[in-house]
């Protein structure tokens, strides 16, 4: 049981490269985010999604795209990387259980620098 | 929106010693929950509280949900260097998913 895959696990962009970050669980989970951690901040939502086909905006959303195909698939679209976007970006998936969503299976993260 | 805040941000301990992190929340939470993150590594849930009061006990652990719902703590008895990490409460937000503490980052020393 694979859980949470987050790829790659680092990557250097250019400002004003685009590129993907990929999440795929295999848990059947409805729900699968996309948080960023910079130091002394926790985490932040990004986007979320609560089914195939669902997606809406968190905290901290700008310069970010996101779509949901598939249960299993959740990728992040950075769509022209800024030096702002240096962070780790974890990917998560949880399901909805009596009092809502219970616990977050998060991925191993991908460590993003933007030169 | 619903904001969460911790305190304290770092706590050095010696091994032994106890550590307690406390939660706070600006609006009345449903639940909460907690995760720990280890240096290098990704969150891991450890519990959700659910009802006003709740206290719950994971071996040296101890959980506590206040009353009034928008205050949380976390106890570790006789801290020990694998409990090193950083510790995340986190508040339901934005649908169902969570919005997360700044986090309280633990060292012990042995």
């Known amino acids: 049981n694979a859980g949470v895959t987050q790829t790659p696990k680092f990557q250097v962009l250019k400002t004003g490269q685009s590129m993907t970050l990929q999440c795929a669980q295999d848990?059947?989970?409805?729900?699968m985010s996309w948080y960023r951690q910079d130091p002394g901040m926790g985490l932040r939502l990004i986007h979320y999604?609560?089914?195939?086909?669902?997606?809406d905006q968190g905290e901290v959303p700008n310069g970010y795209n996101v779509s949901r195909s598939t249960t299993e698939d959740f990728p992040l679209r950075l769509l022209s990387a800024a030096p702002s976007q240096t962070s780790v970006y974890f990917c998560?998936?949880?399901?909805?259980?009596?009092?809502?969503?219970?616990?977050?299976?998060f991925g191993q993260g991908t460590r993003l620098t933007v030169v | 929106g619903q904001q969460v805040m911790q305190i304290p941000q770092y706590q050095h301990v010696q091994e032994g010693e106890d550590f307690t992190t406390y939660c706070n929340s600006s609006?009345?939470?449903?639940?909460i929950q907690w995760y720990k993150q280890r240096p290098g590594g990704h969150p891991v849930f450890l519990i959700q509280l659910v009802k006003s009061g709740e206290v719950k006990k994971q071996k040296r652990l101890t959980f506590q949900f206040g009353e009034a719902k928008k205050n949380s703590s976390l106890h570790i008895t006789a801290t020990q260097t694998t409990d090193v990490g950083t510790y995340f409460c986190a508040g339901p937000n934005y649908g169902q998913n969570f919005v997360f503490g700044p986090g309280t980052r633990l060292s012990v020393l042995p």
């Open positions: 609006t009345t939470l449903s639940n």
């Open positions: 999604s609560v089914g195939a086909g669902i997606t």
């Open positions: 848990m059947n989970h409805e729900y």
């Open positions: 998560a998936s949880s399901y909805v259980g009596a009092v809502g969503s219970t616990e977050a299976f």
